[in-house]
């Protein structure tokens, strides 16, 4: 994917500020925290017993419609907060206003998909990864391996972080495209026989489709597909106890197998969540 920017960004901005359900004990999705649940940790939120969320529209990881937030991030948020006896109330941005709105005191925490870059942290907070966002390989076979494809033309898009290592691959029979849209129009076409794009993007646009997302195995000659782009959670930057908090609430969530669950459940190789967080890049 890019780095920080996405492809997937919102036209425009609306903040539309609906209390959702993430609650401790309140399965009804009423949002309000049982009083007898004991929160994991001890942190202050902008709005008390609330946890305010900054979510754009980016499928898989994050999606607001019909006033239900959806995807991997929103799964990832609610377990957190249930773990913090906090209810969540989403505000729905543009991609490009998310870290703002985090940095301006206007949410708590923003998701999704956000790279956990040394920019970003200079201006936000960032906890330990989640996942990392692997480099996916989208084909009408199924290919996994970037060697089997040596020889046919192929496709990724501008600015993703596996471009230069693949044009020293296949030089011209690399095409480069604005956006995903143009290259999956010309895998369907069958004028490329492959193309490379965020694994779980990929999934979500596959679905129905006579191609397939598939997770590249490992390349050395490919960065991406050794050190996959790892994924956290901007916060408040002077929040330092919220930061903490997400840090081990995430840890609990991997070693319980949640985050696996989570990705399993939405059809998607669990390899993305079974990490390390790595320095910031």
């Not at 903490?244 to 059809?267: P, Q, V």
Request: glycine content about 8%; aromatic content about 6%; some cysteine.
């Amino acid at each position: 994917m890019k780095n920080p920017m996405h492809p997937i960004l919102a036209a425009a901005v609306v903040t539309l500020m609906i209390g959702t359900m993430a609650a401790c004990g309140s399965p009804s999705g009423s949002g309000a925290s049982s009083s007898s649940c004991k929160p994991a940790h001890d942190f202050s939120t902008i709005t008390k017993g609330t946890l305010t969320v900054a979510i754009p529209e980016l499928p898989p990881f994050t999606s607001y419609k019909n006033n239900k937030a959806t995807g991997i991030d929103p799964s990832i948020v609610s377990s957190i907060a249930k773990m913090e006896c906090l209810s969540v109330s989403y505000s729905q941005v543009a991609f490009a206003e998310a870290i703002p709105a985090v940095q301006s005191g206007r949410a708590d925490i923003a998701i999704g998909d956000f790279y956990r870059t040394k920019e970003r942290a200079q201006v936000v907070g960032m906890s330990d990864a989640m996942y990392a966002d692997q480099l996916g390989i989208v084909s009408k076979t199924g290919a996994s391996s970037l060697a089997s494809l040596e020889s046919k033309k192929v496709g990724t898009v501008d600015g993703y972080l596996w471009l230069d290592d693949t044009k020293k691959i296949w030089g011209d029979n690399l095409t480069i495209y604005s956006s995903n849209v143009e290259m999956r129009q010309d895998l369907e076409s069958g004028r490329i026989a492959a193309g490379f794009d965020s694994y779980a993007t990929a999934v979500a646009y596959s679905k129905g489709k006579d191609y397939q997302s598939k997770v590249a195995q490992k390349d050395k000659r490919v960065d991406s597909t050794i050190n996959g782009v790892q994924a956290g959670i901007p916060y408040t930057k002077t929040n330092e106890d919220l930061g903490k908090a997400l840090n081990a609430d995430i840890g609990t969530l991997r070693s319980k197998g949640t985050l696996a669950k989570i990705f399993s459940d939405l059809g998607m190789d669990t390899s993305a969540t079974k990490i390390t967080s790595r320095p910031l890049i």
